[in-house]
């Protein structure tokens, strides 16, 4: 069975750092892109970047270039989704997703929200 | 970047009804578009992958079809499981592998 379970809900204040995970069984890690996915309150589906854990090809979005990390471990086929400073406006749901059909599998979200 | 314009923004049908979803790109995608059902505090599904094929486990009541830039999901009767928000993607160029706005389809 193929699963992506993703780390807990968090509550940060802006200005923290962060970094949630998403770690994948079922599939081979290393063979097909891994996409982290936001979504704003009542908004739509945003890729925000995506790597290709096999080679850590990494790829952002024009929006989110800068603005977040993405990484990958191999060994635990586990990827990363990292900010060093957030904004009050990364409040938002957080998907990871993989497949070869590019996303045919998704975790179940990662809450996040910043408020001071 | 390329833009995918999905129509109509709402769809209002009753349970037994066809639903038909348009998602226009700004160029060509080939057939490298992908459609997503998504209900309320879940996460997206897979429905249609590669403009026309279904995904594992999805009902034939779903299809998909179009190439190009205009691209079709068909719901031949609706189910009441089926009122949800529908997305479409598409993978032809990074980057990125944008997302249509939604489509929502609800009770009429």
């Known amino acids: 069975e193929v699963q992506l379970v993703q780390s807990g809900a968090e509550v940060k204040k802006p200005g923290d750092s962060l970094k949630i995970s998403c770690k994948v069984s079922?599939?081979?890690?290393?063979?097909?892109?891994i996409g982290w996915v936001r979504q704003m309150p009542g908004k739509g589906l945003e890729l925000m970047g995506s790597?290709?854990?096999?080679?850590?090809?990494?790829r952002y979005s024009p929006s989110f270039q800068g603005q977040v990390t993405i990484s990958a471990d191999k060994s635990i086929t586990t990827a990363y989704l990292q900010w060093t400073r957030l904004r009050a406006s990364d409040t938002a749901m957080y998907y990871c997703?993989?497949?070869?059909?590019?996303?045919?599998?998704w975790g179940q979200g990662t809450l996040v929200t910043v408020s001071s | 970047e390329i833009v995918l314009t999905q129509s109509p923004a709402t769809l209002a049908l009753s349970p037994g009804e066809r639903a038909t979803l348009s998602c226009r790109a700004s160029q060509s995608v080939s057939s490298y578009l992908a459609w997503y059902q998504q209900k309320p505090g879940q996460a997206p599904r897979l429905l249609i992958y590669e403009a026309s094929n279904r995904a594992t486990g999805i009902p034939a009541r779903f299809s998909g079809s179009g190439s190009g830039t205009d691209f079709t999901l068909t719901i031949s009767s609706l189910e009441p499981e089926d009122f949800a928000v529908y997305y479409c993607?598409?993978?032809?160029?990074?980057?990125?592998?944008?997302f249509g706005q939604g489509t929502k389809v609800e009770i009429k």
């Open positions: 079922g599939y081979s890690f290393t063979s097909y892109w």
């Open positions: 993607q598409q993978r032809r160029n990074w980057p990125p592998w944008t």
């Open positions: 790597i290709f854990p096999g080679d850590s090809d990494t």
């Open positions: 997703a993989g497949g070869a059909a590019l996303f045919d599998y």
